[in-house]
């Protein structure tokens, strides 16, 4: 169920802190601070060329000529590692009406689980790659990865988290969701993801011109 809870406004002073967190802080805000933050639902295929579907929350768009896009997961994942070994993957966007069919792909699915059927999700037909995209969704993108690398710290440590980039090969989009030559974006209603266990969703959009237009 998608609980609703309006924004509150809130006096006080300012705070600074680096590794140690000060006590006022139960929970560590940085998720909710980098927000909102698009949904990487990814779609690959494992090696023996069962479906996967998971959202993450560390994935942008990062290129536009050529069009690429990356995410990250934290721990070598399905995701990643499918994109790794095939070589491709899709994303599709995650939307208001999309969102409890999200959720239940985001658990913890053994190696195998076709979280697409358990999620109740019917496959797209992709074009240029093998890799499955949400056919509900208003849009999805096929990609061929171009880059798979661990990610180290400041003193050159590796850490427990992995970063795919893809290049987008093929774009899918549901003809109802275009405006004059554009696609709809609020009406897509797309969520994002912020801190803890909160969402939003794009409901209205506004324009602001830039000084040299």
Known sequence: MLR?????HYGGGSMHYGDTRPDILKYDPFKAIIAPRPIGWIGTRNADGIP????YSFFNAIGNA???ICFTSEGLK???????DQGEFTFSLATEDLAQAMNVSSGAWPDGADEFAQAGLPIGESVATKAPFVADSPAALECVTVSFQQIVDRDGAPVDRYMVIGQVVQTHINEAYIR?????TAAARPIARMGYRDYATVTEAWELDRPDS
Do not use: Q, T, Y
């Open 78 to 84: 399905h995701s990643v590692v499918n994109a790794r």
């Open 66 to 68: 050529p069009h690429m």
């Open 4 to 8: 609703l809870r309006k924004a509150e």
């Open 52 to 55: 996967n579907l998971g959202p």
């Open 180 to 184: 004059d030559g554009r696609f709809d």
